[in-house]
């Protein structure tokens, strides 16, 4: 079946640090993956994707980078703020190519 | 209106009772998805809209679910019979395209309290 996977539930950093948020997929025929991120109480927010086809892909402050063959996806942030704590899914298209299926999430927590 | 609006924000109801959600996507999105996340759990697809096309059913857990979508528009998730286990957050998102690159549009999602 598909499901996308995470490692960790839960993630705690210092502001400044940088923030490495893993996930393990099993569809080996996906071709686009996306994370996104969920504030409190609002809806999840895309923050950046990457097609199978690149191994790495950068945007502000965040990097993702893709392993095929260990099918493992993370998401890089750099210079983690408290701003970022959230919870950060990672999520491929099914099979049909329709629905994004979404993992469970990790939440990042960021201190002062 | 700028992003994607759902109503009501917050629904609580008796166990039994049928409820409606609603779901206005962003103008010009052909594609409507709607997912359900309980608490702390990660979003469970339950129906996905492209189109004129017929909708990918596939996510909805039971046949008291079901969806429908007016006019390309407009969407409306039904639970008929609601049970306690039903209690969750119900998202909808647009995308621009169907079949695109992933990048939905989420609401802020309806809390459904069965009790």
């Known amino acids: 079946g598909e499901s996308v996977g995470l490692h960790l539930p839960t993630l705690s950093v210092q502001e400044g640090d940088n923030s490495i948020i893993n996930c393990a997929y099993s569809?080996?025929?996906?071709?686009?993956f996306i994370w996104y991120k969920q504030e409190s109480g609002k809806g999840p927010q895309f923050i950046i994707d990457?097609?199978?086809?690149?191994d790495k892909r950068q945007g502000q402050r965040v990097t993702v980078l893709l392993n095929k063959t260990v099918k493992h996806l993370s998401l890089q942030i750099a210079a983690t703020q408290p701003g970022d704590s959230a919870v950060y899914f990672c999520a491929e298209k099914n099979q049909a190519g329709t629905a994004l299926i979404f993992g469970k999430g990790t939440t990042l927590s960021v201190s002062s | 209106g700028a992003g994607v609006s759902q109503s009501p924000s917050n629904k609580v109801t008796e166990k039994g009772k049928d409820v409606e959600l609603r779901c206005d996507p962003i103008s010009g999105h052909t594609a409507l998805y709607w997912y359900r996340q309980s608490l702390g759990q990660g979003l469970e697809f339950l129906i996905y809209f492209q189109g004129n096309s017929a909708p990918d059913k596939s996510g909805l857990p039971s046949d008291r679910f079901s969806a429908e979508r007016t006019g390309g528009s407009v969407s409306t998730l039904t639970i008929q019979r609601t049970q306690q286990e039903d209690s969750a957050v119900y998202l909808c998102?647009?995308?621009?395209?169907?079949?695109?690159?992933?990048?939905?549009?989420f609401g802020e999602g309806s809390r459904l309290t069965v009790l």
């Open positions: 990457i097609r199978s086809n690149m």
């Open positions: 998102a647009s995308e621009r395209l169907a079949g695109g690159v992933g990048e939905l549009f």
């Open positions: 569809n080996s025929a996906s071709d686009y």
